[in-house]
């Protein structure tokens, strides 16, 4: 039977009836959650993962990211702070390792068989002594046992903020025959290209980011303080819109105020807003996981002549950017418009201007792939989705401001329609 179709009807009998490709209805498992994408759309990304596998000589991949797990499962759970993997092997079935009292969050959010998820004993939580990937190295020695797996080359996720040191130790010395190697950010790759499906998705988290971009630029008032407009951004962030209920970000509200607007990145304190300060402002919309990114910048009265040119100059460049996105253009050339655009003005911006954007848990919404800059060379193709940043980080002062967008079959959709310039405000 072709790869694709058993799969569909692996997970079609865990999930119900077939659905249609795409987003036009939720899939609802018994007790829980609805799984956000239909069989057919699984069954692709698997294939595709699957495909980058074998093109990399890998026999398995081990998956700890939350967001690959996402991808994949639709497994949707505040668990990761514990040790939790898929295992995916070339081919056949697939099987789910988590705490103990995690292990039933496979079955209720996502479409993995109940059979196939495995919760390790609590006794191996978080002891200096042992490592819960000693339990599950040896619960996979007994499943290759039954199912013949292979042990050529098994790809890690290296680079995940999931993935410790003493993971990789347990398994490497528990797992002898196992020939571990990086997988490069393989399934993260498979991810940049979305599906009309996800694009749907995103549409929905810019929708609630203009809205917690609003109630920001309503909460930042003069003798406001910091943490009750951060606590109004995040209440529009999780309350979302009628349409589009919120989600929690990966990344809190950032708000560098003051002089620490040279700074990006900063939170915010129990200070209050003064007049005349500026206060940069960089948030999130999420719906299902997908996160649209929006930064803006905002001045409680008349802006300085200094910082009214820095944003002229630098939106300026920016609109240079998008009016350049589209398939076939380099991130190399998209990163040099900006770069020209900056030193007309006698201006210059060191760091990366963008980063592909899609799924995301904490610490961080980007999807750690493609980066916009010019040492990066990708080629843009169509559904590609990146958060472009104008963010520029004088002595004392800044201006942040960003667009998350799609690549069309000929240009740029950018996903928000908040005003992109500089905010003011008495």
Known sequence: ?????????????????????????????????????????????????????????????????????????????????TPQMLYVPIEGDLY?????????GAFRTSWL????????????????????????????????????FSHGQVGLEMDSYYFSPKAFEALVKS???????????????????????????????ARVCDSAMAAAFEAVVVGGRQCDAAAAIMNAQV????????????????????????????????????AGETTVVELAGVFRRYHVPMARTIVLGTPSRRLDYLAQSTT????????????????????????????KHGLHKPSRIGYSIGIAYAPDWGERTVSIRTDDDTVLAENMTFHIIGGMWMDDYGYEVSEAVRVTDSGVETFTDYPRQLLTKE
């Open 1 to 81: 039977m072709n790869e694709n179709v058993a799969l569909t009807a692996d997970i079609t009998s865990a999930v119900g009836p077939n659905h249609a490709p795409g987003l036009a209805e939720y899939v609802d498992l018994p007790n829980s959650t609805p799984i956000t994408f239909t069989d057919n759309e699984y069954s692709t990304r698997l294939a595709a993962v699957r495909a980058r596998m074998a093109a990399q000589n890998l026999t398995a991949l081990i998956v700890t990211d939350p967001s690959n797990l996402y991808y994949l499962l639709g497994y949707n759970a505040l668990s990761f702070y």
């Open 175 to 205: 797992l002898p025959e196992y020939d571990f190697t990086d997988s490069y950010e393989l399934i993260n790759w498979v991810r940049v290209v979305k599906s009309p499906a996800e694009i749907d998705l995103m549409r929905g988290a």
């Open 239 to 274: 309350r979302g819109t009628e349409d589009f209920g919120g989600d929690h970000p990966a990344i809190v509200p950032m708000l560098p105020t003051g002089a620490g607007a040279d700074t990006p990145h900063l939170t915010w304190s129990d200070q209050v807003f003064i």
């Open 316 to 343: 300026e460049a920016l609109n240079g950017v998008l009016d350049a996105v589209r398939p076939g253009v380099t991130t190399t050339e998209l990163a040099q418009i900006f770069d020209v655009g900056l030193a």
């Open 96 to 104: 789910f390792f988590a705490r103990e009292m995690d292990a039933n």
């Open 113 to 148: 068989p109940q059979e196939q998820t495995f919760g390790y004993p609590e006794t191996f939580v978080q002891r200096k002594d042992t490592h819960p990937f000693v339990w599950v190295a040896q619960k996979l020695r007994e499943l290759g046992e039954v199912n013949n």
